[in-house]
């Protein structure tokens, strides 16, 4: 792909002392394509995409945009750029129109027209000050003023936490605009729904290594059915147990639950009616629970809830 | 007041650099205001006289003459409260150039945006010296207006020259601030740091005609440089000028790839 790419990192690593926070990272990120980031609070996420922005000095390896070295060229890569920071910090006494004023002039451009437009489209008011927005808002100005500028690449760092699913809907169709027009973008997150909607692909990172790199569309392929079985008489678990993809197997006198990929289920319905059966039940689990089944991104044993938990460690200094 | 990275440091400043210059000017005042008294009470040339030669060195200027508005000046506030003022200002500004953005988690934002670390630095020294030289020239301003106004006639040619020599102090500490902000981003050491040298060049310059080590170090004092030619007297030192004019032209050129070649915190 070479300078055709948007994005393209090589091997890139960052270490903070004897820490690595990122270790031997490559992925490339095509024209028109939205590439989900996908990693629990810690993971490496935020480091990857400051080292992107050029604000962290590659430890090894080399970050590309359009060619250009995100470190030693990094004015020029931040001309392409529209960025959304992790925890945006704004300039506390400056309103939105001031903070939309500011950032035109610093890249020699006016774009408050387009600005006012997508920050109607968000309904955010560009008249208050930084200080008395809330979190959702402060979220809607750092995005009006990474997109205000129509850059050929986004990167956005967990840009929609603390938005209303509303308002992300109006942020999901900004940034359908975006790659219609052959924009790319790279966007974090540490939940699978939040992207699984507008990414191509996704990639995990864990404790610092891009663990895996999937298209979407295959994920969906390779989607899990969850089946429950209620028996007239007890079973046991070994009599599932040799079914070969079946995963979360569970036993528990005359029930039987498990998760399985579609190529599973012959085999197992075989087994299954087989039996005097009761109740049976079949149904295709949901994207991001099957995500965290394969690829471990759960911060807390199993339970679908803990998917939302946010520590507020790890998103500051260089954890991220 | 958005149009550069200078114009908004400024903008945000402005509260401040009001709040520096009204605080200036009323200094100003109160001494201008006591002068008459002083004036009249030839005894304090007197009592100055009579300090221990090292304490002298230390709080007014030993060959002051109390009883002349000049020396006045000289003891009470270009000895002491000027440069705590302006160093003051010109050090913590210094300072928070680049690590006071870093700590409010703005330099993300700002560097975002095409602009090179270089501008960021330039931008933020010159809202320094620009600060600095204001607050010089409100001081030196007051000097001459209300000094008039108390009787107390001030060359206004000669108090220019000492504001100059004022404002320069500052400008040598508030870089030495800003280098350490730029190679470090730590705001805390970038302060203290440029206080203690401060402090240091301070005691070489006033001590020097009583200890050997100090005279023979003197001229590399800043305070040497401020006031070591007495300029309120004999106007501009030049070659005291450029040495200070190098002095800031080496922190700024260390400042810059001291910025550039870090990471930024988040």
Known sequence: MGAESMVQLAGLTKRFGRNTALDDVSLTIGPGEVFGYLGPNGAGKTTTIRLLMGMLRPSAGTANVLGLDSWRQSRDVHRLVGYVPGEPALYERLTGSQHVAYCSHLRHRDDRQLAAEVAARLDLDLDRPARTLSRGNRQKLAIVLAVMSRPRLLVLDEPTSGIDPLVQQVFHSILREHTADGGSALFSSHVLGEVERVADRIGVVRQGKLVAVERLQDLAARSLHRVRARFGEEVSRAEFAGVPGVRDLQVDGRTLSCNAPQAALDALLKLVSAREVEDFECSEAPLEEMFLGYYGMEQHSGSPSARKVETAAGRTGHAG | ?266
Request: charged fraction near 15%; charge should be neutral.
């Open chain 2, 1 to 266: 007041m958005l149009a550069s990275v200078l114009l908004k440091t400024l903008r945000d400043q402005g509260r401040l650099l009001l709040g520096w210059a009204v605080s200036l000017a009323l200094i100003v005042a109160t001494y201008a205001a006591i002068w008459p008294s002083v004036q009249s009470q030839p005894s304090m040339s007197d009592f100055i006289d009579q300090m221990p030669e090292a304490f002298r060195s230390l709080f007014a200027t030993s060959s002051a003459d109390m009883s002349t508005p000049t020396g006045y000046i000289q003891v009470e506030l270009l000895s002491f409260m000027g440069p705590i003022a302006v160093l003051i200002y010109a050090i913590s500004t210094g300072a928070g150039a680049i690590g006071g953005e870093e700590d409010r988690h703005t330099m993300d934002l700002l560097l975002s945006n095409p602009v090179g670390r270089a501008r960021v630095v330039v931008d933020k020294f010159l809202a320094m010296v620009l600060g600095t030289f204001l607050l010089a020239g409100v001081m030196g301003l007051s000097l001459v207006l209300e000094g008039n106004l108390a009787d107390m006639v001030l060359p206004p040619d000669k108090v220019a020259a000492a504001m100059l020599h004022l404002a320069l102090l500052g400008v040598v500490f508030g870089s030495l601030a800003l280098a350490l902000s730029a190679a470090t981003g730590r705001t805390g050491l970038s302060r203290g740091i440029p206080a203690v040298l401060a402090v240091l060049a301070y005691i070489v310059n006033a001590l020097a005609p009583l200890v050997d080590a100090f005279r023979r170090i003197q001229k590399a004092s800043p305070f040497y440089q401020y006031v070591g030619q007495d300029p309120l007297r004999q106007g501009v030192a030049w070659d005291s000028v450029l040495v200070s004019g190098i002095t800031i032209a080496v922190l700024v050129a260390l400042a810059v790839p001291g910025f550039r070649r870090r990471d930024v915190a988040a």
